[in-house]
């Protein structure tokens, strides 16, 4: 997880551990997609959802 997530001085301080664990998931997901080169035909990136 981000480090960020957790610092006190954060702005996301208040927000909730499973908001911030789906965050996670679904930028890991997206940055697989980026690698993967998965694109749609107008060049949007496809992400394989779970």
Known sequence: ???????NNSFYQSMGVKSKLAYEILKDRFELSINNRWVDQEGKKISEHF
Request: net charge neutral.
């Open 1 to 7: 997880m981000l480090k960020f997530f957790f610092e």
